[in-house]
């Protein structure tokens, strides 16, 4: 069953269904659940800083893990208080004293596309980002394995379609979300880490997404500090540079029984 977590995550249309058999095509009627899409405001200290389209569920863990991702707060103690107001279709922030925003860095919309027009992290914050000191290692076998079940277990994607999903894994700790973003996936993960209180976890996890990786999306894992990724499809070549300089751990193309190691390939074990 669907987790119905902040609102309805779909709305029914009617549709027409078309199909050709034998060189005839048949039109039929029908009706197909159709994902809803929000606009999310995240405000911070009264300040509207974002505005975020995504899907209508984990608004809260959304906020905290973009604030966190983008570099505006580096812990959970740096919140106050933290509230998804519904009928403002918004998520209220209020730093704790002595945590300040850059008030030129407010009112900016991010798409739900492949692909955000921008940043909202400084650059130059980035260049305090350290590589992965993780000296963990990964089953080739394992991960194929829970690709897999990760696959099976992406629930609104398997039901309705329109989605993508992220799964961040550790011995201890499943996290999965999904969203029209992959970035809002990510950041909805992290987000579920820090209201977990997991965070330390991170460092020797491994984070498997459903769609490409970009530079931006391994900016994010820079910032978590996860040593490994696993995609189904294929990174950048941005990402892969990022990757190699910060020392994470890229596979790619990993569907059924194989897949494409790009970058740190000595975490890897085949027992």
């Known amino acids: 069953m669907i987790d119905h977590k902040e609102g309805i995550v779909y709305e029914e249309f009617e549709v027409v269904n078309f199909n050709q058999e034998n060189n005839t095509v048949r ?8 994902i809803v899409e929000v606009s999310l405001k995240i405000i911070v200290n009264g300040m509207e800083l974002v505005s975020l389209l995504c899907l209508n569920e984990h608004q809260e863990e959304l906020a905290l893990g973009f604030l966190y991702n983008e570099g505006v707060i580096n812990s959970l103690n740096e919140i106050k208080s933290i509230e998804y107001n519904e009928r403002m279709q918004a ?30 992290i400084n650059p130059l914050k980035r260049t305090a980002y350290t590589p992965s000191g993780s000296n ?14 990760f696959i099976e277990q992406s629930e ?30 990510f950041d909805k993960v992290t987000g579920m880490l820090m209201k977990h209180d997991k965070m330390q976890l991170a460092e020797n996890g491994v984070i498997f997404i459903s769609g490409r ?8 894992m820079i910032r978590l500090k996860t040593p490994l990724v696993v995609s189904k ?8 540079r990022l990757a190699r300089q910060y020392n994470i751990t890229i596979l790619g193309y990993v569907l059924g029984h194989k897949g494409i190691i790009y970058s740190c390939p000595e975490r890897i074990t085949t027992p």
Do not use: W
């Not at 039109?27 to 159709?34: T, W």
């Not at 730093?95 to 027009?117: H, K, N, P």
């Not at 990786?213 to 994010?220: D, F, I, Q």
């Open 156 to 185: 609104i994607y398997n039901t309705i379609g329109g989605v993508h999903s992220v799964l961040f894994y550790s011995e201890d700790l499943k996290l999965v979300a999904e969203d029209i973003g992959r970035h809002n996936c």
């Open 233 to 240: 499809s294929a990174p950048s070549t941005a990402a892969v």
């Open 213 to 220: 990786l970009t530079s931006e999306m391994m900016t994010k």
């Open 136 to 149: 963990s290692t990964f089953s080739a076998s394992q991960i194929l394995s829970t690709m897999k079940s």
């Open 27 to 34: 039109l039929e009627d029908g009706i197909r659940k159709v």
């Open 91 to 120: 998520v209220i922030i209020e730093l704790a004293e002595g945590v300040t925003i850059d008030r030129q860095e407010s009112l900016r919309s991010i798409t739900s596309g492949c692909g955000r027009c921008y940043t909202y």
